[in-house]
């Protein structure tokens, strides 16, 4: 997601702003990061919670610090940087305890080093964590009506592989934009891999459609859940969260909740509905959207959400607070992801001869798809109404198809995301 952030003391140089080296060090009572500059500059810093960071806006800047050893004491677990806009960067500092900065200041070049940018930190209560978001250090300001801790589009930071050198053996390499000699082809790595969250429709006091073979819907769901957790974890690359992994029923919007607390990078639910044609077939991929795209999609989408009311539970608080989060400009940024990620998958499932309806990609305001910034698809893998589509899902050969389609559209999205951040 893009912000609109921007300054007004800091007048740009000719030549972009360069950190050329981060280093941190531990002191008994802070942690200290030193930024290396090539010149002059403005900062912003301040921190926040929920999850924990320390952000530093600085005027656009190339990257080029290569490997950072990360401090001994484990508070730091990753760096992420990218553009505001065209004229802000942002650095993150992830930490894994609440955090206050203690002081923040520049030092200009001399004879032995180069402009650099200090900043101490330490650990403090949670409780204090709410005072320390409104401070706000150094001079380069930000426009009216901008909130701070909004996500912004960011290029995840590469972990370096441990070093044989004792020294190096915890090491963070942000990513950067590749060069003749350098090039970026993974900045998720084994400590930051993409986080991929699944989820099995229904369940519970909730069957959901029950197929012309008497098989449930949230028992299809469950084992095809269950079959794509399992490839995707072969593969190595990537870090798979399933919102239930047995059969009972989760609200719609703590489905949303479970994403957003995993900081998922891509949500799917999995469903298998029927309908009153008994004659359409195939799989469908659905994004979010305030309009159907169809009538059919309209009901569908009105079935799916009546879901919690057949749990005993009352919708229409949660939803509202949601759908006023669709409100903000951001969500469009997460919207397009899942949109591209769709399309992903209705090519790649033409391209393993998964029966899929005449329209395949289809909107509709599905409940579960609302969570503002995490790319979520809802994934009708066939419709339990129709007789060839319910004998294929009762298959386990047929879910494993569907799910190994599944992969390599993930490997697909991910790639393109991965050749988005590194440029």
């Known amino acids: 997601m893009s912000l609109v952030w921007g300054f007004l003391v800091y007048v740009p140089y000719a030549q972009a702003l360069s950190i050329d080296t981060v280093r941190f060090g531990t002191h008994p009572d802070k942690t200290r990061i030193v930024l290396e500059l090539d010149q002059p500059t403005d900062f912003k810093a301040f921190v926040l919670n929920d999850p924990y960071r320390i952000v530093i806006d600085l005027p656009a800047y190339e990257w080029n610090a290569g490997t950072i050893k990360k401090p001994k004491n484990g508070l730091v677990t990753d760096l992420r940087t990218g553009k505001l806009d065209t004229i802000t960067s942002r650095l993150v500092v992830d930490v894994t305890k609440p955090v206050a900065i203690r002081s923040a200041f520049t030092l200009p070049a001399s004879a032995s080093a180069k402009n650099r940018l200090v900043i101490d930190f330490q650990v403090v209560s949670a409780n204090t964590t709410t005072d320390e978001k409104k401070k706000f250090f150094g001079e380069l300001e930000q426009q009216p009506a901008i909130n701070p801790a909004a996500k912004t589009t960011n290029v995840n930071a590469k972990i370096a592989a441990p070093q044989k050198i004792e020294t190096q053996t915890n090491t963070i390499t942000p990513a950067r934009k590749p060069t003749e000699t350098s090039k970026v082809t993974n900045p998720f790595t084994p400590l930051r891999k993409p986080h991929i969250v699944i989820d099995a429709g229904h369940g519970g006091q909730d069957p959901g459609a ?214």
């Open 210 to 423: 029950i197929g012309i073979n008497k098989a449930y819907e949230k028992n299809i769901a469950l084992a095809s859940a269950k079959e794509l957790k399992k490839k995707l974890e072969s593969t190595g690359r990537y870090k798979v969260s399933l919102t239930r992994d047995r059969d009972y029923y989760i609200k719609l919007y703590k489905r949303v909740q479970i994403a957003r607390a995993k900081k998922a990078d891509l949500f799917i639910s999995i469903h298998a509905d029927s309908i009153d044609d008994k004659n359409v077939r195939g799989a469908s991929v659905y994004t979010l959207s305030n309009k159907s795209s169809d009538a059919q999609t309209a009901k569908l989408a009105a079935r799916e959400n009546r879901s919690d009311i057949i749990a005993g539970v009352d919708l229409t608080h949660e939803d509202k607070e949601v759908s006023d989060i669709l409100l903000d400009l951001a969500m469009r940024d997460t919207m397009n992801q899942s949109k591209f990620f769709a399309n992903t998958v209705v090519s790649t499932f033409k391209n393993h001869n998964i029966g899929l309806l005449r329209k395949p990609h289809r909107y509709a305001g599905f409940a579960v798809l609302k969570a503002p910034d995490v790319p979520s698809v809802l994934l009708e893998i066939g419709f339990m109404s129709n007789r060839q589509d319910a004998a294929l899902l009762a298959r386990s050969s047929y879910r494993s198809k569907v799910a190994s389609a599944l992969v390599e559209s993930i490997n697909r999205y991910f790639q393109t995301v991965e050749k988005n951040q590194s440029q």
